[in-house]
């Protein structure tokens, strides 16, 4: 097995620890439910730390900009 992978995010070579399984199994999941109806048997994205955190900020800044009930 190679020492690096692809981020599928920023295309650059990273070494597997710089890799956040847990963020990229959640948008595989989300992916495969938006286009099968299921989130079963999926393979984790391989993504980057950097892809990862930059993916849960803008997240949240788009939370943030939700308009509230009245």
């Known amino acids: 097995m190679s020492s690096e992978f692809v981020c599928r995010y920023c295309g650059k070579e990273k070494a597997w620890d710089d890799r956040n399984y847990d963020?990229?199994?959640?948008?595989?999941?989300m992916d495969?439910?938006?286009?099968?109806?299921h989130a079963e048997e999926v393979c984790p994205y391989l993504i980057?730390?950097?892809?990862?955190d930059e993916l849960i900020a803008e997240s949240e800044d788009a939370t943030q900009c939700e308009p509230t009930a009245q």
């Open 32 to 37: 495969s439910l938006a286009a099968l109806g």
């Open 23 to 29: 963020i990229g199994l959640r948008l595989a999941e």
């Open 48 to 52: 980057c730390n950097q892809c990862a």
